[in-house]
């Protein structure tokens, strides 16, 4: 069965790293135990979340779904992975149960009847139609500002709120390397490249492993021509995650800037075993296959 990292899970969804990573570190995905051994993301991990976006699409805030989420843990212990059992009652409600066996019980316990509850199946979350957007409360903490930020942050009508929130997730925590790395990307996107480069920087004296933050002050770095330290932040990401397709092409694409084809194609390699499709891997096997002729 086949494996994702935290990257391609999040492309998998359509949701952005950063957001996959903060659900990962609250534990709502999977236990602390895989996040520490930074394994890669399975077929249940993808079912637990498509049953966080469903429950969002249908108005569940995310403050809520980690509440449940704790009470299921404690109340049902030998149930694995509950997120993934987590439902809305029915359609039109935001009336949130877990399935456990073939009933459905309020996080507190108590069962709730069905009677046109149909067998379970492991897909059926994704049976489950989206409504709207999520509810429109305030958030409470900096994890639900960078939560709103993250919804709002796809569209460029909204994008100005979306920066809004993430920075309201910084004041609530100035440590929040993820809310810094996005808020980074709006101000780079706006080609406000200066407040972008503070941002990203922030994000790394928080985390200076952090994979998107180290690949957008490179790529910063690399537009203003500072290409040995852009090269340093694209090896620190690749240190993060080495198997980073994108770092691999930007790294590779830096060494021919700089002359260094022969280090270009241990990397163009490198990609070319992520990614062998596309206009990119037409390069990189040309690159490559050139190496060896010559």
């Known amino acids: 069965m086949t494996d994702y990292s935290l990257r391609e899970a999040a492309t998998f969804f359509g949701i952005s790293p950063a957001r996959l990573r903060s659900w990962e570190r609250s534990s709502l995905v999977r236990p602390r135990s895989a996040l520490a051994a930074q394994s890669p993301f399975g077929f249940r991990d993808l079912v637990c979340i498509k049953a966080i976006l469903v429950l969002l699409d249908h108005g569940v805030p995310l403050r809520r779904i980690r509440r449940t989420v704790e009470e299921v843990r404690e109340r049902i212990p030998e149930l694995d992975a509950p997120v993934a059992q987590l439902r809305v009652w029915m359609d039109g409600s935001d009336r949130v149960v877990v399935r456990h066996g073939d009933a459905l019980y309020e996080p507190s316990g108590q069962m709730v009847i069905d009677f046109a509850l149909a067998p379970a ?55 929040f390397a993820d809310a810094h790395c996005n808020l980074g990307a709006i101000h780079h996107q706006r080609g406000a490249c200066d407040a972008a480069r503070d941002h990203y920087e922030r994000a790394l004296r928080c985390d200076p492993t952090h994979v998107e933050a180290n690949l957008n002050l490179a790529a910063i770095l690399e537009e203003a021509e500072r290409l040995e330290a852009a090269l340093a932040h694209y090896k620190a990401a690749l240190r993060a995650d080495p198997m980073h397709t994108d770092a691999h ?25 992520s990614a062998p499709a596309g206009a990119w891997a037409d390069v990189a096997r040309k690159r490559v296959e050139e190496g060896e002729s010559g």
């Open 121 to 175: 199946r492991p897909d059926d979350v994704a049976a489950l139609p989206a409504r709207g957007a999520p509810d429109g409360s305030d958030p409470e903490t900096a994890l639900e500002w960078f939560e709103r930020g993250c919804r709002l942050d796809g569209a460029p009508e909204t994008q100005g709120e979306a920066a809004i929130a993430y920075q309201r997730a910084i004041d609530a925590d100035p440590d």
């Open 249 to 273: 092409l930007a790294t590779a694409l830096l060494y021919e800037k700089l002359g260094l084809r022969r280090r270009a194609r241990d990397h163009w390699r490198r990609y070319l075993q």
